[in-house]
């Protein structure tokens, strides 16, 4: 009550007068939660706003600040989007297939959320999850996890709504988009008239002297997909990504569930610093010691650097897909960041109503 009065410039009589006029004895040193402390505010013609949590994460860890001889190149992260039923989820498969080497994988592939494939002796990273679901997520909490969108039209069908949509949340993210023409092994495929609609929503063929990349593929027939990737590098190499792999590891929460045997797992992206096996981390109201780390090939690994998926087992609890997760100086620091995490969430589970929101709020916003 002391410091609310003093961040309000009210005195804590009053402030326990008005509480008195609402039935409660209180008294100046007494604790009050965010509802009661927002009603009083508003008594007194004072708008109160919840401290975001991002705030508290960036409190604990800070911005990070790399010099440019830190960095290096690191491999561009990608995530398919595009109309239902146009092959995004075909076009993954055919490219996990076909470029996840079977030494690597010893003959099976994880699905962890997220692989990586490589090419020509480089890295892309992809989201598994295609369409705006892992996107959406991600951008939810504010995280810019993706640098590429692959946009997959299906060359017999052309632009549709939610290819427009598609269009607009990349853009909106400011992430490069890439078209992949799927299906042009059908005969009623038609990449001109594709591309005309996509001229219509801005997106000019370079053919046609625009600067948006188009590779016509088949997901089905495994055509088209070197070169696709070869454009992701190229487009990757012109936007020159960097991290510092020297520093504790920061990233995003990909996906997360409660494995039966194992806990807590969650696919985490690094994308800056080095995580290790040991490594306490939070994200969110979760914290813990890394216990395990398992790569998108099924292998034990004890360092995954940056734009690199790993799953992790050492979580208390199962945390949010779009978090972000830091490595802490120690654990104590860990837990004591997911507490508050913790606490503020509760207190906006009483103190707000949940509101719903489109998917074009959160791309505009
Ligand atoms: P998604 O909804 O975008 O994930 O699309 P899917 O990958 O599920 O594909 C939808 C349908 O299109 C499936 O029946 C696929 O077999 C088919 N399909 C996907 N890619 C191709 C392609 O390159 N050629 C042909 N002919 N069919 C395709
Ligand atoms: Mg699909």
Not at 13 to 20: P, Q, R, V
Not at 33 to 61: C, G, N, S
Not at 69 to 95: C, F, N, Y
Request: proline content about 4%; hydrophobic content about 40%.
């Amino acid at each position: 009550i002391k410091n609310l009065g003093g961040l309000l410039g009210v005195s804590a009589t009053d402030i326990i007068k008005n509480l008195m006029k609402k039935g409660k004895i209180a008294n100046i040193n007494q604790e009050i939660d965010y509802d009661t402390a927002a009603q009083i505010a508003e008594d007194f013609d004072i708008l109160v706003e919840m401290e975001e949590e991002k705030d508290l994460m960036e409190e604990a860890f800070g911005e990070i600040v790399d010099n440019e001889k830190d960095l290096v190149e690191r491999p561009p992260v990608v995530v398919v989007m595009g109309h239902v039923d146009h092959g995004k989820t075909s076009l993954l498969d055919a490219i996990r297939s076909t470029h996840v080497t079977a030494k690597e994988a010893g003959g099976i592939t994880q699905h962890i959320g997220a692989y990586s494939v490589s090419i020509s002796g480089k890295k892309i990273t992809f989201l598994d999850t295609p369409g705006h679901e892992a996107f959406t997520a991600m951008r939810m909490r504010g995280a810019q996890v993706t640098d590429i969108a692959i946009l997959v039209v299906a060359a017999d069908d052309g632009v549709m709504p939610q290819t427009i949509e598609a269009i607009n949340h990349a853009k909106a993210a400011n992430v490069q988009i890439i078209v992949a023409m799927n299906k042009i092994d059908k005969v009623g495929a038609n990449p001109d008239r594709v591309k005309q609609e996509l001229s219509e929503h801005g997106l000019i063929v370079e053919e046609w002297g625009g600067d948006t990349i188009c590779v016509p593929v088949s997901a089905i027939k495994k055509e088209g997909l070197d070169t696709l990737l070869e454009m992701v590098l190229l487009v990757s190499e012109m936007g020159d990504l960097k991290a510092n792999p020297n520093r504790k590891a920061r990233g995003t929460i990909i996906e997360a569930q409660l494995d039966k045997g194992r806990g807590p797992v969650a696919t985490v992206l690094v994308q800056s610093g080095t995580l290790q096996v040991g490594d306490p981390i939070v994200a969110g109201a979760s914290y813990g010691r890394i216990r395990a780390m398992v790569d998108d090939k099924g292998r034990i690994v004890k360092k995954a650097g940056p734009s690199t998926p790993v799953e992790i087992l050492g979580l208390s609890e199962v945390p949010t897909a779009g978090d972000m997760f830091y490595v802490a100086n120690n654990d104590k620091q860990a837990r004591q960041v997911a507490e508050r995490i913790k606490a503020q969430g509760r207190v906006q589970m009483m103190g707000q109503t949940p509101q719903k929101v489109s998917l074009d709020d959160l791309f505009t916003q």
